[in-house]
């Protein structure tokens, strides 16, 4: 194992030192348009080394296991100019019970995900025979191991699994395109609800109606609120609070959302998209309240950040491939509400109902703002849903948005890493074609 | 060229099998506000093996380079599991090359690490001097690649591309109020671009500052000029996609609206794709399949000329294969992809256009923009309202969307002063992010252009 090795070698050179090891194997099975295209074998695996020396800290990264002398060499030659260290490497401590691998993966057959991407797209193309399919099953098999001068010594497998169905239909000369999936832990067993909603999409996106101008209701379902939690997301990563970038700076106990807004973080789940028994630095995951009724609670740090804030880390070090850990959410979940979606949607006497946006991200996130197309959204009228919406824009700031709640839906959906209910806002800005 | 590739080859059961290895050294620095929060190295080894069985692929990669022969089996198993009919690929001489591409001023990789992060020091307190900003995001990458390639069909081809880029923002803040603006510079010319930036910081600082003062614009329709790094985002994002013949080749209503000869704007709408530019962030040699690079006139003079393809897409469409196959490393199958695009320059001076317009909306630089071939995004860096053929009033969220097709047919004047932007994002496709591309065009002027806004 590489991983003794340089972190015999680190321990030589700096003061303290971590090394992370990671190898994965992901198998996507992909059908496009209509057939089965590719199958893939994807192994990946790389070493990264953190030091600390000097006071200041060092990183570097290969995926070249063959000399690891110049992974540290590089790593030190980092630490010259490294920020000074405001953290120490955490030892041994006892980790939560969380699961995050499910032997179901492991056995999963690739002959079976081809099966089932024939089989969902079958029973679209029953229901639309002009729709164009394209389905990517994948498994993925992951094995790391983290250990540091402090004593640490941990080792994870875990496995993940994700069905994705997209359909795109060109009728009357306009394009519709629906997509639905799960990603998660552990094998996804009802590939048939998804393909299910694509077939019902497409049926309710048949009829068109004209949207609304002005400020108007706005039901978000489950699967579109991640537009707007991913704002906030954003807003309480330790990092962007620490540089004063963002907008819930020094709001900590202060009520910034209506009371029924409950969020938090929580790595502990069973299964979930972003579960973890310990973060990216080893300290052992915990949920962490970030909204409670509305108030501020906590932001999300990780042991550097918020040595430099001088507080202590929430446990929510994420690592991307190969790169160093930063601050952020593992899995956000937001209560559930007490309103049936139905009692929502009946209260709406105009306005619409978005389950899908393009655009997200790409306004001034920092500023809590949002402004995107109506990717997949009806018309609401007097209760009742209505026809698709096109060429409209919903914008607002999502601070503002959480202030205005109409209602919360009384059922949580999982979509990936966030968990929510879906929720009506008022006086939602609409922006629609002539 | 190492003869274990071919060897490995060799035993492939397949209509068509290849080889990609891959070295790869990056250095990235980052500072963000006051802290140097990552300064590191990067280095990685990794392959691939690609077959192609009966019109279905396998693709296997790898960091482990052991046992090639082992990894050409598995691929061509996957693509037997997967094929069913025949195999397309439309011919290419096999290339046999060795090209090394130089950068034509100073290697990033002969810079000392204390240099780069000096530099990007320098910048950083240069932003954070100023009032008014709260804090500061500077960033540099340098990234060198060297690839092989080799096919069963004979191509060998050896390749280097050495980037170097550098991203400067600025955040404002007063209040709940938060504005960001950035510059970015990043493309295959070298370490120099990167240097000499310390002005770009000012002016970035200065637009940050200005945006806090901003009145969000008002939702609804405008005239827009877009200034050239939006219009060339426009013209990636809002039709370059679609000319990528992987959405249209099995798609026959798509392929009817993307009827070559068809009229997609007006007379003096011209946009091109040349990924054989000196030295910029998307050019390249050679595709990932070997195939040769050479620009591809997607519209001229208004009509729709020709789209980039894949060997797969052009010998299913019977077209010319253009050498867009592209992956962001090995560890991608190569799929259809821009490289350097383009809107052809025209007549109009920009203040002459800017008067003109009457009353309309200015929107300049590009956060972001997302199509799904039919309805596009882009969100505007800064913008200003024209009055009375002036430009007014600075706003802000500015957010355009409409109908690809029409906004095309909307564009009614074209400046004289073509602008490239590379950078250190990049495009993302089917999960391949970033691919490192340009994007080009001079002013452009489009009637009818609905704003998103409050």
Redesign the interface.
């Known amino acids: 194992m590489p991983v003794d090795r340089l972190l015999e070698l680190a321990s030589r050179h700096a003061d303290a030192a971590e090394v992370f090891f990671e190898e994965t194997e992901s198998r996507p099975v992909q059908f496009e348009n209509n057939r089965l295209k590719y199958i893939h074998t994807k192994n990946r695996r790389a070493a990264s080394v953190r030091v600390i020396a000097n006071g200041r800290i060092g990183f570097a990264s290969t995926t070249d296991l063959s000399d690891p002398a110049r992974l540290v060499a590089q790593a030190m030659e980092s630490a010259q100019f490294g920020q000074e260290a405001k953290l120490a490497f955490p030892g041994p401590a006892p980790m939560p019970s969380v699961a995050v691998h499910d032997p179901a993966v492991v056995s999963f057959a690739i002959e079976r995900g081809v099966e089932l991407g024939r089989d969902a797209i079958a029973t679209v193309l029953v229901a639309y025979p002009d729709v164009l399919c394209s389905v990517e099953i994948s498994k993925w098999l992951g094995h790391s191991r983290l250990a540091n001068t402090q004593g640490l010594d941990v080792a994870s497998d875990a496995t993940a699994f994700e069905c994705y169905i997209s359909a795109l239909r060109i009728h009357d000369g306009g394009l519709l395109w629906v997509g639905e999936g799960e990603s998660s832990r552990a094998l996804v067993h009802d590939i048939e609800r998804y393909t299910a909603k694509i077939v019902s999409d497409i049926r309710q996106a048949e009829t068109e109606s004209a949207p609304p101008a002005g400020a108007f209701p706005v039901l978000f379902t489950a699967k579109a609120m991640g537009l707007l939690l991913e704002i906030i997301q954003t807003a309480v990563n330790g990092k962007l609070v620490q540089k004063g970038a963002s907008p819930l700076v020094g709001r900590l106990g202060e009520q910034v959302a209506d009371a029924r807004i409950t969020l938090a973080d929580d790595a502990t789940r069973d299964y979930g998209d972003g579960s973890e028994p310990h973060d990216g630095e080893g300290t052992p995951s915990r949920p962490t309240p970030l909204l409670e009724q509305g108030v501020l609670r906590h932001y999300l740090y990780d042991l550097q950040t918020a040595g430099v804030m001088g507080t202590e880390t929430t446990g929510n070090a994420v690592r991307g491939f190969a790169a160093p850990p930063q601050p952020d959410a593992t899995n956000l979940v937001l209560s559930a509400g007490d309103d049936p979606v139905a009692d929502l949607l009946t209260g709406i006497e105009r306005g619409l109902l978005v389950d899908d946006v393009i655009g997200g991200g790409q306004s001034n996130v920092l500023a809590g703002e949002f402004s995107v197309n109506v990717g997949l959204g009806y018309l609401v009228e007097g209760g009742q849903v209505h026809g698709r919406v096109k060429d409209c824009m919903v914008a607002g700031n999502v601070f503002e948005l959480f202030s205005r709640i109409r209602g919360i839906s009384n059922v949580q959906e999982t979509h990936g890493a966030i968990v929510t209910p879906a929720v009506c806002f008022d006086a939602v800005s609409i922006s629609a074609a002539e | 060229m190492d003869a274990s590739l071919q060897n490995a080859l060799a035993q492939a059961r397949a209509d068509y099998a290849e080889i990609h290895l891959e070295r790869r050294a990056t250095t990235q620095i980052a500072y963000?506000?006051k802290?140097?929060?990552?300064?590191?190295?990067?280095?990685?080894?990794?392959g691939s093996v690609r077959a192609l069985v009966k019109g279905?692929?396998?693709?296997?990669?790898?960091?482990?380079l052991d046992d090639l022969p082992h990894r050409v089996r598995?691929a061509c198993e996957?693509?037997a599991?997967?094929g069913?009919t025949e195999s397309h690929l439309a011919p290419v001489p096999p290339a046999v090359a060795r090209v090394v591409q130089a950068t034509v001023a100073t290697d990033p990789r002969q810079v000392p690490?204390?240099d780069k992060?000096a530099l990007a020091r320098r910048y950083n307190q240069r932003i954070l001097a100023h009032d008014h900003v709260?804090?500061s995001s500077v960033r540099y990458r340098d990234a060198a690649v060297q690839s092989t390639f080799v096919s069963t069909e004979g191509a060998e081809v050896e390749q280097e591309a050495v980037f170097c880029g550098m991203a400067v923002a600025a955040?404002a803040?007063d209040g709940?109020?938060?504005?960001?603006a950035f510059k970015q510079v990043g493309d295959l010319r070298g370490y120099p671009i990167c240097e000499g930036l310390d002005d770009e910081c000012d002016r970035v600082v200065e637009r940050a500052v200005a945006l806090l003062a901003a009145e969000p614009v008002q939702?609804?329709?405008y005239t827009v000029i877009a200034n050239p790094v939006l219009a060339g985002v426009f013209a990636h994002e809002a039709f370059g996609h679609l000319s990528e013949a992987d959405f249209v080749y099995?798609?026959p209503?798509?392929a009817e609206?993307m009827q070559l000869g068809k009229r997609f704007g007006p007379d003096p709408l011209s946009i091109v794709d040349d990924p054989t530019l000196d030295g910029m962030a998307g050019s390249y040699r050679y595709d990932s399949e070997g195939t040769p690079a050479r620009p591809t006139a997607l519209i001229k003079d208004g009509i729709l000329t020709s789209r980039l393809h894949s060997r797969e897409t052009a010998a299913r469409m019977g077209e010319e294969p253009t050498g867009n196959a592209r992956a962001i490393t090995c560890?991608y199958?190569p799929i259809v992809r821009m490289s350097n695009t383009y809107i052809e320059p025209r007549d109009w001076e920009f203040g002459d256009l800017v008067a003109d317009t009457g009353d309309g909306l200015y929107a300049c630089g590009s956060?972001?923009?997302?199509?799904?071939?039919?309805?596009?995004?882009?969100?505007a860096e800064e913008a200003f309202l024209i009055k009375d053929g002036r430009i007014a009033d600075r706003v802000?969220?500015v957010?355009l969307?409409?109908?690809v097709f029409e906004t095309l047919a909307n564009i009614d004047a074209i400046g004289n002063d073509l602008e490239f932007l590379g950078g250190l994002g990049g495009c993302g496709k089917e999960g391949q992010f970033p691919l490192r591309v340009s994007t080009g065009a001079p002013h452009i002027r489009i009637r009818n252009c609905?704003?998103?806004?409050?």
Request: proline share 1%; net charge negative.
């Open positions: 963000v506000g802290e140097l929060e990552d300064i590191s190295q990067f280095s990685s080894v990794a279905g692929w396998g693709f296997v990669s790898f960091h482990s598995m996957q693509a599991m997967v069913q690490l204390a992060e709260q804090t955040i803040r709940a109020n938060v504005q960001r939702g609804g329709h099995e798609n209503q798509l609206i560890e199958p956060i972001g923009g997302q199509t799904d071939m039919e309805m596009f995004t882009f969100s802000r969220e957010v969307t409409g109908n609905l704003v998103g806004g409050r």
